[in-house]
């Protein structure tokens, strides 16, 4: 199985479509462009490029707040798909990145830096 | 054919000791006075939901609470844009024959019912369980995402954002009803606290109590008639992580699809309710739904043209940013003071020409979107 970081693990997982050819993010037993069953789970690189940010310094719950500032980043991946993650406070859209995991609230989830 | 006959609307803020039963009733009793009908005249009723008192039957807990027998009633779940995707159902079943008169109704206490920390809760919850939510993000979190993108694209800037809070700000100073009565500016936007950057704390509506409800009925109950000329939807996606490009988002596909329906283009409009639940959320809206070019919403409001007097008045009551949000309630009230524009009691804030107006809603992220036209006839 690979890791993903949904799980506990230390990856990103994604799905591809053998009939279509569509890469999804979100985990679902079929492809949601064309309806084929079973699409193929993979392992991403890690890799991306900086799509969106937002510096979070208001946050609702006592776990989270205990991380405050954190930044939530919206990525784009050399796969083809698009996910929410962590990163470094200094991050500018544009900016090509990998993924580390790191802990937040209990769980360990993917938080990104620039590429070196 | 259906027309808006009747329109009541709640003070938004504090209404301490009220339930969101008592906030719809409120609303109601004052639409259907509003609307020269009886309570026992209304055979449909459709409302949204509360998010401090969910119930699986909402309309029907309202309908016995109130006193009301339907023949048709449901609540509708669409986030943001509830009140007007509601209107925009009451317009079909009452054109399609099904029912005469249906009370659209939302209302909630969401500001005294919960706390702050519960509000945002859970409407972060809109998020996607597993690869959103686990992060910590926040409804303002989803829209930063979005403003930071936008920005970038267009060449937006924070102060450009801080203009829509300071024009929705001017507007709340003249309705008694609204939750903030002091003035504000550019640089008390720009040095409040930062909620979830590049959103501060005066870029985000606040968290209200209140309530808003219509009447849409097959025929004109009085002599002024607001005639729903068309309305149309678009639904791309629900997570902001799923949004589309920001060329291809939904309010651009549902303005298309209500020009179609109502045959009125952007040039005969002439008042503007648009949902604006974060500073962002009005710029892009407005240069989506061709009220602005690109990039061109800010210097519009600083050249007045959103203004009571501009030429194209803009949610005079202050809108969600400035006369409050207390959840499906809160855009409803655009509609509330769309009607009393286009009927000529506006008092203080009326328009010169309130003939046709576009209403806008949003729910989610950007995520569903509901277009409307309405059209005063004589």
Known sequence: ?????????????????????????????????????????????????????SLVCRAATPETRAHVPYN????????????????????????????????????????????K | MSFITGVGLTSYGKHEGSSSLDLMSKAAEMAIADAGLKRSEIDGILCGYSTVSPHIMLATVFAEH???????????????????????????LVDAGIVKHVLVVGGENRLTGQSRDASIQALAQVGHPDYEVTLGPTIPAYYGLVASRYMHEYGVTQQDLAEFAVLMRAHALTHPGAQFHEAITVADVMASKPVAMPLKLLDCCPVSDGGAAFVISRERTGSAGVKVRGAAQAHTH?????????????????????????????????????????????????????????????????????????????????????????????????????????????????????????????????????????????
């Open chain 2, 238 to 378: 629900q997570h902001v992580t799923a949004a589309p490009a920001l060329s291809e988002l939904g309010a651009e596909i549902s303005i298309a699809k209500a020009k179609a329906a109502s045959g009125l283009t952007i040039s005969d409009v002439r008042y503007a309710a648009v949902y604006d639940s974060f500073t962002i959320t009005l710029a892009m809206l407005l240069e989506d739904l061709g009220l602005a070019k690109r990039g061109e919403a800010a210097a519009k409001v600083r050249a007045g043209y959103f203004g009571r007097d501009g030429e194209m008045p803009l949610n005079t009551h202050g809108g969600l940013l400035s006369y409050g949000h207390c959840g499906v309630g809160g855009a409803m009230a655009h509609l509330v003071e769309t009607h009393l524009q286009m009927t000529g009691r506006a008092e203080n804030r009326q328009v010169r020409d309130a003939s046709i107006a576009l209403l806008h809603g949003d729910g989610g992220v950007l995520s569903s979107h509901v277009s409307m036209f309405l059209e005063r006839v004589r």
């Open chain 1, 72 to 115: 939530i980043l919206l990525v784009d991946t050399p796969e083809g798909f698009r996910m929410m993650a962590h990163g470094d406070h200094d991050l500018a859209i544009g900016d090509q990145v990998s993924a580390t995991y790191q802990p937040f609230a209990g769980r360990l989830i993917p938080y990104f830096a620039k590429a």
């Open chain 2, 66 to 92: 109130f006193g009301i027998r339907p023949s048709y009633a449901h609540a509708v779940q669409v986030g943001g844009a509830t009140g007007l995707a509601m209107t925009m159902l009451a317009h079909h």
């Open chain 1, 1 to 53: 199985m690979n890791a993903d970081w949904t799980k506990g693990g230390e990856g990103i997982v994604y799905q591809s479509c053998a009939a279509c050819g569509t890469v999804q993010y979100f985990r679902r037993s079929f492809c949601a462009a064309c309806g084929a069953p079973d699409p193929a789970e993979k392992s991403a690189s890690g890799a991306g490029t900086v799509y969106a940010t």
